[in-house]
């Protein structure tokens, strides 16, 4: 190769780094040894992006309506009515509390003050409201 085509070669690949070319060079040595042509892997990778794409999109959307439902159905503050949040206790918190206390109800309205203690951890919590399903005993 000609020391013209290395330095064009050189300055349109800058932005890669030689580990994403040298994957590059194994795909397209693939491609020929299987017989598979560009346009066709080129269709194919379309398809995969469209599928991740979606799969981004799905997951989102059920983020946001588990961040809906949780919005809806957790506790209020009874001090100002807005959304108490649950914070679970460490396990070494919860040595060092000698009752059932797992973890607290803080309200998220920074100008209120109201907590409380719990029996329930995240988990339950998060069963108690419906966000989780709930976990068949062991009987």
Not at 87 to 115: M, V
Request: charged share 35%; glycine share 2%; aromatic share 12%.
């Amino acid at each position: 190769m000609d020391l013209k085509k290395v330095m064009e070669f050189d300055y349109r690949l800058q932005v890669f780094t030689f580990g994403f070319i040298q994957d590059a060079y194994n795909l397209i040595k693939m491609c020929r040894e299987f017989d598979i042509d560009m346009d066709e892997f080129l269709e194919y990778v379309e398809h995969k992006k469209c599928a991740a794409a979606q799969t981004e999109k799905e997951m989102y959307e059920s983020y946001v309506n588990r961040q809906r439902l949780i919005k809806e159905r957790s506790r209020k503050c009874p001090e100002c009515g807005e959304m108490l949040d649950h914070d679970s206790y460490t396990s070494c918190q919860q040595k060092l509390i000698t009752s059932k206390i797992k973890g607290a109800f803080i309200c998220i309205n920074e100008n209120c003050d109201y907590w409380e203690h719990t029996e329930m951890n995240q988990e339950e919590y998060m069963e108690s409201i419906g966000i989780i399903p709930k976990k068949r005993s062991r009987e």
